[in-house]
């Protein structure tokens, strides 16, 4: 991601619109250092809170040093299917005023879980906490909701997934994008 940024950066780019629609998280160790080329070193992005509301673990922060500072606008693109690691980036940014966030209210999962194995091919999935923004919210069970909010129609989103993989499609597919643009994008590259 950096090295991609870094490129970009390299030809001039002015403004970066970070698509995370569709993705349903990651890991979060991974999540922190991609907002830590964003956000300035050393600051907290994510907190963890148990049952009772009572603090665990560290707070997670940004990498103590930062290659570049990156000021430039940024946008990022959610949707219903955005979950976990990809709702706390969101929310991180949104938080900390470093983006606009577009498109639609995410999937809401902000839980902690040990998966604890039971043999025989089962498990037992045990929720002890809940990972928060830098404000303290979570986006457990209610999601990330965007500063602009576009709707996006089933026929939006089937092209969308089409869009998606735009090299490898069939002629018959290809045709179905004619003269399509996307809602979210479109919105994303509005946002001053």
Known sequence: MEAATDELEDKGMKK?????????GGDLHQTVQILGLFVPP?????????????????????????????EYPLVVLIDPMSASASELTSGALQDLKRAT?????????????????????????????TYHTPSGRTPHKVGVKPDVEVKMSDADREKLALSY????????????????????LKAAREVK
């Open 165 to 184: 993989r735009r090299d490898s499609l069939t002629p018959e597919e290809a045709k179905q994008l004619d003269g399509w643009e996307d809602p979210g």
């Open 16 to 24: 970066l619109i970070l698509d995370l629609r569709g993705n349903p």
């Open 101 to 129: 966030i577009v498109g639609e209210t995410s999937y809401g999962k902000g839980s902690v879980q040990n998966i604890i194995p039971m043999g025989h091919g089962t498990a037992l999935r045990l929720t002890f906490a």
């Open 42 to 70: 050393d600051t907290t992005v994510v907190t963890t809170q148990g049952r009772g509301g009572e603090k665990i673990d560290e707070p997670l922060k940004t990498p103590e040093r930062q290659r570049r500072k990156r």
